[in-house]
């Protein structure tokens, strides 16, 4: 399937926000559960959010419930993760997935992945 493309990530300082954006191919947001996923140095990828195709219900990790929040917009192919009062620990590669698998939780449930996008939070 076809690649996604994530930006806005950067360097923020503790406590700051962040919005990150997924730009998909056409039709694939309203078709494909997209998730965000990251990986901090040294770790595995753990997940941290997904918005449904079908119900359009959303679901989060709890290292960010509370603190992130995850929307998208159809026409303009685009599904974001708006984060607020970031901390060191959330730094990371993220990267935005699409699927149809289940547990909506688990990586290997998505076959469309972008190249990520670094967000490093200064302590």
């Known amino acids: 399937q076809a690649q996604l493309v994530e930006s806005g990530g950067g360097l923020v300082q503790a406590g700051g926000s962040l919005r990150l954006s997924c730009l998909a191919p056409?039709?694939?947001?309203?078709?494909?559960?997209m998730a965000w996923f990251r990986q901090p140095p040294g770790k595995e990828r753990d997940f941290v959010a997904v918005?449904?195709?079908?119900?359009?219900?959303?679901y989060y990790g709890d290292s960010v419930k509370g603190r992130f929040t995850i929307s998208k917009d159809l026409a303009k192919n685009t599904v974001y993760l708006q984060m607020n009062d970031l901390k060191s620990e959330d730094t990371a590669v993220y990267y935005c997935?699409?699927?149809?698998?289940?547990?909506?939780?688990?990586?290997?449930?998505?076959?469309?992945w972008g190249q990520g996008t670094q967000v490093a939070v200064s302590s």
């Open positions: 997935a699409a699927g149809r698998g289940t547990p909506v939780v688990d990586a290997t449930s998505y076959t469309t």
């Open positions: 918005i449904s195709y079908r119900l359009n219900s959303t």
């Open positions: 056409v039709r694939t947001v309203g078709w494909y559960n």
